[in-house]
């Protein structure tokens, strides 16, 4: 090996490490076992590593540029956040670069590569819905750049985040769909792996359980996009027992929901029932229109901008992680009885 050459990513790679491991392994972070610690003391040494001095100058040096990652554009939620995220950052003469991680795990690696690389003063993140490892998004915590997850958060790293409280917002609309004389609802959610869709699905069941309804399995699918629904929903209609209500997971699904809830000859809301979760411009022009629950995304956007840009310029000060929670609110329109 050329020693000239060595780098964090040439340790890693030679060690079937994951850079982030190597960093954090060469900071002595408690994460990282004593043996893995040594083993990379060890190499570091015996090909004279050191430290690239400029690059970290560069990278810890305040510049105005926020990153933002975001797992989808067509998505009205994800683009009234961006449009609150625009407006926040104007404000506090911030440049933005964006990226899109198309619900996809590798693009969502490279995009934050791609951020680190340009030497952000920090990043807003929602992770893609394949993700499942996280050493990509502890590299940004680990190049002491600061991290705001919003929406779609990651348990597993210790930073700032802003939610919606998908719980109360399913409850609210699971036990509004009771009020009006459903018994039998179908819950469209997405994958379990998301903190979001569990909190959605405990909400709706939790709006059950209150009103004495029994959970049945059978009613609850993973169908979040519209190949899904075009799929679950004729065969759940195909049943003996079909329900009197859907909640869905987003608009979207719900929009096809009520086509081919239609299509199959049933009248909304009189024979079926059916909820969104989001409140986008479709819910104006489905017919009839959508009952929803409002995410509030542009303020999402607002809030997680801001906190950002307190940590970055220190005005934040709270030790620890700073959670903030936007409140959700139910839209009831003509889709629901």
Do not use: W
């Not at 050493?135 to 991290?147: G, K, M, R, T």
């Not at 409280?165 to 609309?173: L, P």
Request: glycine letters at 4%; charged letters at 25%.
């Amino acid at each position: 090996m050329d020693k000239r050459q060595i780098t964090l990513k040439s340790i890693a790679k030679a060690l079937n490490l994951s850079p982030s491991t190597v960093s954090r392994a060469m900071k002595d972070h408690p994460a990282i076992s004593a043996k893995t610690k040594a083993l990379v003391r060890e190499y570091a040494e015996k090909y004279k590593y050191k430290p690239n001095t400029l690059a970290i100058r560069l990278r810890t040096n305040r510049n105005n540029t926020i990153g933002v990652i975001v797992p989808e554009v067509v998505h009205f939620f994800f683009s009234t956040v961006l449009a609150g995220i625009q407006e926040e950052t104007e404000k506090g003469n911030y440049n933005i670069i964006f990226c899109h991680s198309n619900e996809d795990y590798e693009r969502e690696v490279k995009s934050v590569e791609t951020l680190l690389d340009a030497r952000v003063c920090g990043i807003l993140a929602s992770q893609s819905k394949t993700t499942a490892s996280f050493e990509h998004f502890q590299e940004i915590v680990d190049s002491n750049i600061a991290l705001v997850f919003f929406d779609r958060i990651c348990t597993g790293i210790n930073t700032d985040k802003v939610v919606v409280d998908d719980y109360a917002g399913a409850f609210k609309a699971v036990d509004y769909l009771v009020q009006t004389g459903c018994r039998q609802i179908a819950f469209l959610g997405m994958n379990p792996s998301l903190p979001i869709s569990n909190n959605r699905r405990m909400g709706y069941e939790d709006a059950l359980r209150k009103n004495k309804i029994p959970v049945d399995k059978d009613f609850m699918k993973v169908c979040d996009v519209a190949e899904m629904v075009h799929k679950v929903v004729p065969e759940i209609l195909k049943r003996d027992k079909i329900p009197d209500a859907f909640f869905c997971i987003n608009d979207e699904v719900a929009a096809y929901c009520v086509q081919i809830v239609k299509a199959s000859g049933y009248r909304i809301p009189e024979d079926i029932s059916i909820c969104g979760f989001t409140n986008s411009y479709i819910t104006e022009v489905t017919d009839p229109t959508l009952t929803t629950v409002d995410q509030h995304g542009f303020e999402m956007g607002k809030q997680a901008a801001r906190l950002l840009i307190n940590r970055i310029e220190g005005t934040e000060t709270k030790p620890g992680i700073v959670s903030k929670v936007i409140k959700t609110e139910l839209v009831v329109r003509d889709s629901t009885r």
